[in-house]
C-alpha cells in the first residue's frame, strides 16, 4: 500500500480568507444581499406572462436567481464548515443567522417569482416551455408551477418566509447550540477524558464492553439532563410546519417530505413494506451476535460492539490509500476525483475535542468544489462512512455539466450515491479479508449497516410519524417523547433488543434540521436503490461508469419512478423490486451467522 500522506483537516481559506471573521466573507455577503434586493424589486415589476415573447425576460430573472442562489449557497456551505469544526466559534453562528436572513429574503422574492409565473394560462406555459431558452428547465419550472398551486398567496408566503428565520430556523440552531455545550467524561483505557457529544459516539464501537456501556450510559444520562430543552426544540420545529401545512390546507404532513424527494406514497409503502416482511433474518443475526458477545439477548450498548480484535485499524491516510485502490475498480474518473479531494485538502477527519457529532458532505457552487466532516478514528467501520461521504461528493462532481438548476436532487437519491460509494468499499473489505476472523467481523461491520437501515431507520420513520400525529393535538412531553421512541424502537427491532434508548429523539441531529422533515427513510431508499445500482456496476465493471454518471445527472430532473424505469427498468413502486436489495442483505446476515457457528 502506497505510503502517501493525505492532510485531516480540510481548506477553507480557499473559499473566504479568515473563518468567521473574514472581510472577503463580509464583502460577499453584501454584494449578494444588494443582488438579491435587486432581483426582488425586478420580481415587483414581473407581470404574470401572457405570451410566449415573454420568454426572454423569464430567461434574464432565471440568470440572476440563480446566480443569486449560488453565491449565498457558497456562504452557507462555509457557515456550516465553521459551526462543525468548531461549536464554541460565535462567530460562525453569527454568519449562519445571516446567511439565513439573506436566504429568507431570497426566497420571499423567488416565491413570488414563481407564483407570477404559475398564473399564467396552460397554452402559454406550454408555448414557454418550449422556447429554445427555457426547454432545459422544463422539469423544475413544471415543479415551481404545481408548487406554487399548492401555496398561499404571495404576501402570505412571504410572512411565512420572513417569520421562519427566528421562528424556525433559530430552533434548530438552538439545538446545535446546546449540543454544541455538552460534553462526556468516560474512563478510556484507565484515564479520564472529556470527550463531545462526537467523540462519545464513535466509543459505542470499542472494544471494551465496559467502555461501550459507560459511554452509552453517560450519553443517555446527558441527554436526560436536557430533556425538557430538547423537547422545546423539537416541538416548536414540528409545531411550526404543522401551523404552516395547516394554513395551506395540506392535511397529510407526508405531502412535504414526498414531494421533496419527488416520490410516490405507493414507492415508499412498498419499501416499508417489504421491509416489515424481513425482519425476521436480521432479528436472527442480532441473536447469534448477543451470544458471541456472551449475552443472553442484545443490548442497545453492544449493536455496534465488534465481535473481533482481530480487525485492523487503518490510519486516516491509509484508509484513503484503500478507498482509492476499489474505486479505481470501479471506474477512473470516480478514483481520479476522489484522490484530489484528498490531496487538495476537502475532507476535515482529525479526531479531535470541539467537533459536531456525525458526518455530512457540502458543495461550493461557485468553485465547484465539496468539503467532507466526520471524525475519524481507524476503524472499517471509519473508512466506510468516508467512501459514503466522497460518493456524496462524486454526485456533485457528476452534475458539473447540468445547468445549476437542474442540480438540486433530492435527499433519497443522494444518499444512493453515498451509499453506492461505501457498498465499492464496504465489499472490498470483506474480499480482502487475511482470516476467517478478519472476514467475519468485516461481513459483521456490513450485516450492520442492514441493520441500521432496516431497524434503526424504521424506528426514526415510526417516531417521527407518530410524534406528527400526536403534535397535531398540542405539545408533546419528553415523557412521551421517550416512550414514543421505545415503542417506535421495540416494533422497528421486531423485539431483538433487551433494552431501549429512550432519549434517541433528543440525540439524532437529523430530527432537528429544518430543511425538511422525515430525513430517516431516504436513507433506506438510498441503500436498497443503490444495491440495483451496485449489482449492474458488477455486472459491466468499469465500463459502467459512464452510465453510472449519466444516472446521477438525471437525478435532479426526473421523478424516483421515472429514474428507476429509465436506467434500471424498475417499477419501484412494487415490493418486489425492493425485495431484490433486501434479499442480498439477508445472505450476508447468513453467511455471517454461518461463519461464526463453524
Request: glycine share 6%; with cysteine.
Amino acid at each position: 500500500m502506497s505510503t502517501a500522506t493525505y492532510p485531516e483537516t480540510w481548506d477553507l481559506e480557499v473559499f473566504f480568507k479568515g473563518g468567521s471573521d473574514s472581510a472577503e466573507l463580509k464583502q460577499h455577503l453584501r454584494t449578494y444581499e444588494e443582488k438579491t434586493a435587486a432581483f426582488a424589486n425586478q420580481v415587483k415589476q414581473f407581470e404574470t406572462p401572457d405570451s410566449k415573447k415573454d420568454a426572454d425576460q423569464i430567461y434574464k430573472l432565471i440568470q440572476e436567481a440563480k446566480e443569486s442562489m449560488m453565491g449565498l449557497r457558497q456562504a452557507g456551505a462555509f457557515a456550516s464548515c465553521l459551526e462543525a469544526e468548531d461549536m464554541n466559534d460565535s462567530g460562525a453562528g453569527v454568519l449562519r443567522g445571516k446567511v439565513t436572513s439573506l436566504f429568507a429574503d431570497f426566497g420571499t422574492a423567488f416565491q413570488a417569482f414563481q407564483q407570477k409565473l404559475s398564473k399564467s394560462d396552460e397554452h402559454v406555459w406550454s408555448e414557454l416551455l418550449e422556447d429554445d431558452k427555457l426547454s432545459e428547465y422544463a422539469f423544475i419550472m413544471t415543479e415551481w408551477r404545481k408548487d406554487s398551486k399548492d401555496k398561499l398567496s404571495e404576501d402570505e408566503e412571504g410572512l411565512i418566509s420572513a417569520l421562519s428565520v427566528d421562528g424556525y430556523h433559530g430552533w434548530g440552531q438552538m439545538y446545535n447550540a446546546l449540543v454544541s455545550e455538552m460534553t462526556i467524561d468516560v474512563e478510556v483505557d484507565g484515564e479520564t477524558k472529556t470527550l463531545s457529544v462526537g467523540q462519545a459516539n464513535n466509543l459505542k464501537s470499542h472494544s471494551d464492553a465496559k467502555v461501550r456501556e459507560e459511554v452509552t450510559n453517560k450519553l443517555e444520562e446527558a441527554w436526560k439532563k436536557q430533556e425538557n430543552l430538547f423537547a422545546q426544540t423539537l416541538n416548536h420545529l414540528g409545531g411550526y410546519r404543522l401551523a404552516k401545512y395547516k394554513k395551506r390546507g395540506w392535511n397529510d404532513f407526508m405531502k412535504e417530505p414526498l414531494e421533496y424527494n419527488r416520490m410516490k406514497e405507493e414507492t415508499l409503502d412498498a419499501m416499508w413494506g417489504a421491509i416489515s416482511k424481513s425482519k425476521e433474518p436480521f432479528v436472527k443475526f442480532l441473536e447469534h451476535k448477543a451470544k458471541l458477545l456472551g449475552l443472553e439477548k442484545m443490548k442497545w450498548a453492544h449493536i455496534g460492539a465488534p465481535i473481533s480484535s482481530s480487525v485492523k485499524t487503518l490510519s486516516y491516510s491509509e484508509g484513503a490509500e484503500f478507498i482509492l485502490k476499489h474505486f479505481k475498480k470501479f471506474g477512473p474518473e470516480m478514483a481520479s476525483f476522489a484522490e484530489k479531494a484528498f490531496k487538495d485538502g476537502w475532507i476535515e477527519a482529525e479526531d479531535r475535542a470541539g467537533k459536531r457529532p456525525g458526518g455530512f458532505c457540502t458543495g461550493f457552487p461557485q468553485s465547484e468544489q465539496s468539503r467532507i466532516f466526520m471524525t475519524y478514528s481507524g476503524s472499517m467501520s471509519n473508512v466506510a462512512t468516508l467512501a459514503h461521504e466522497l460518493g456524496h461528493a462524486f454526485h456533485t462532481y457528476a452534475l458539473r455539466p447540468m445547468d445549476p438548476l437542474n442540480r438540486m436532487y433530492a435527499m433519497n437519491v443522494a444518499e444512493t450515491a453515498s451509499t453506492f460509494a461505501e457498498m465499492i468499499v464496504s465489499d472490498a473489505a470483506v474480499k480482502e479479508a487475511d482470516t476467517k476472523d478478519e472476514q467475519a467481523a468485516l461481513l459483521e461491520d456490513k450485516v450492520s449497516r442492514s441493520i441500521a437501515f432496516f431497524m434503526n431507520i424504521h424506528s426514526r420513520f415510526i417516531f417521527e410519524q407518530r410524534f406528527y400525529e400526536e403534535r397535531k393535538e398540542g405539545f408533546v412531553t419528553a415523557k412521551r417523547l421517550n416512550e414514543l421512541t421505545i415503542e417506535a424502537q421495540n416494533e422497528a427491532y421486531a423485539g431483538a433488543v433487551e433494552d431501549n434508548e429512550p432519549h434517541f429523539w433528543a440525540s439524532k441531529l437529523h430530527f432537528h434540521i429544518t430543511g425538511v422533515p422525515f430525513y430517516n427513510f431516504p436513507y433506506t431508499f438510498g441503500y436498497l436503490f443503490s444495491l440495483s445500482v451496485y449489482a449492474r456496476a458488477l455486472e459491466e465493471g468499469t465500463d459502467y461508469e459512464e452510465k453510472y454518471m449519466a444516472l446521477l445527472r438525471d437525478t435532479a430532473v426526473m421523478t424516483t419512478e421515472d429514474l428507476a424505469m429509465k436506467h434500471l427498468g424498475e417499477d419501484i413502486t412494487k415490493e418486489a423490486f425492493w425485495m431484490k436489495g433486501i434479499d442480498l442483505c439477508i445472505k450476508d446476515a447468513e453467511e455471517f451467522i454461518r461463519l461464526t457457528s463453524e
